[in-house]
């Protein structure tokens, strides 16, 4: 004889469907807005170590009397630690003149001089 008294409890399946899909939602959005910060940070840290680099070239000119003609010469002259070489996407900064000016280049995320997302830093 079967007991009519006996509840089965839990979740149905699309219960578990509804909220798992809501969670997977919203992880997506986490993960959308943790991706812009980091990519953010990176740029800022860029930033940063370009102006480090600024400074360091700066100092250069004062006691060498002309320009560096690669970071590492700033590097084998004690201005820069050999971290500061490169950027954080592990490509070179590269030291240039452009139109008559000198530049501090990070060739950003896509590691291609030339591109929209290049750092640049003219040096005045």
Known sequence: MKN???SLEGFTLLELLVVLTIIG???TIGMAAYTGVIESATRRAVEVEISQFQ???FNFKIEEGR???SP???LSAGYITRELLKDPW???YLLREHE???QILSKGPDKKAG???DIVKTLD
């Open 4 to 6: 009519k008294n006996l």
């Open 25 to 27: 939602i919203l992880m």
């Open 55 to 57: 400074i360091a070239i």
């Open 67 to 69: 320009l560096p003609s």
């Open 72 to 74: 590492e010469e700033l």
């Open 90 to 92: 592990g490509e070179d």
């Open 100 to 102: 008559g000016r000198y």
């Open 115 to 117: 591109t929209k997302d």
